[in-house]
């Protein structure tokens, strides 16, 4: 149809109204807008807000909160976001991230599978450690978004995640990883570092014996890539 045969079908409806005694168009229905649910990792986000808690708030471009699934039974915590992860907001997406990636894939997962975090949700100049007033004022939301989460399995990535979920300060990641440890009654694998793997990669084979023990106790425990793990 025409524009012109439109404005005067248009009119004509208009006209038949007005006859009609109709005093004004009606107006369109509503729009019906389906209610945005919220989990209880949203509301985690929302407490930490634009954190101004520690002093690496004053050098960051973005907070790097996590990302995965809410309810992942597998979750990944390394220690804090590097110049990558900074920029883009989002834990685990540079070259070690790439890495990281692989390793989940290689266990059968997919990266919306699992969830991945870090220990400070803020880059520390330079990629220096994790000072311990910083793991401080982190560690309360790290703390709800696994409370929120509840994984059934954790994999504690580098030295400080490690030492902080196995709950010992100080303890070499070489003393640490190999054997099943706890956190709050959630089993925790300590390994190492996807970047520590990039400068080191004979180390491969370790990391993957580690990964094979993480991927035997989800078995044991009823939990398959793509599957349930049973919980309600």
Not at 9 to 24: Q, Y
Not at 210 to 225: F, H, N, S
């Amino acid at each position: 149809m025409e524009p012109a045969d439109v404005a005067a079908a248009l009119e004509a409806h208009l006209r038949r109204l007005l006859a009609n005694g109709t005093s004004r168009v009606p107006a369109a229905p509503a729009r019906r807008t389906l209610p945005v649910v919220a989990t209880e990792l949203d509301a985690v986000r929302a407490d930490l807000g634009e954190c101004t808690r520690c002093k690496l708030s004053a050098g960051r471009t973005h907070i790097v909160f996590g990302v995965g699934s809410p309810h992942a039974p597998l979750v990944f915590i390394g220690e804090a976001p590097g110049a990558e992860e900074d920029r883009r907001g989002e834990p685990f997406v540079g070259e070690a991230g790439q890495l990281l990636d692989r390793m989940i894939a290689a266990m059968g997962w997919q990266r919306s599978e699992v969830y991945i975090a870090n220990v400070l949700k803020c880059r520390p100049p330079g990629n220096r450690d994790p000072e311990p007033d910083e793991i401080a004022a982190c560690e309360p939301f790290l703390r709800a978004q696994l409370a929120a989460i509840r994984p059934r399995f954790l994999v504690a990535l580098g030295k400080f995640a490690a030492q902080w979920l196995c709950g010992k300060p100080g303890a070499p990641i070489s003393a640490l990883r190999g054997r099943i440890h706890e956190y709050h009654g959630i089993p925790v694998m300590p390994t190492f570092h996807p970047a520590f793997l990039l400068r080191q990669p004979g180390q491969k084979r370790v990391v993957w014996d580690d990964l094979q023990i993480v991927m035997k106790e989800l078995e044991r425990l009823g939990i398959v890539p793509g599957g349930t793990d049973g919980r309600t």
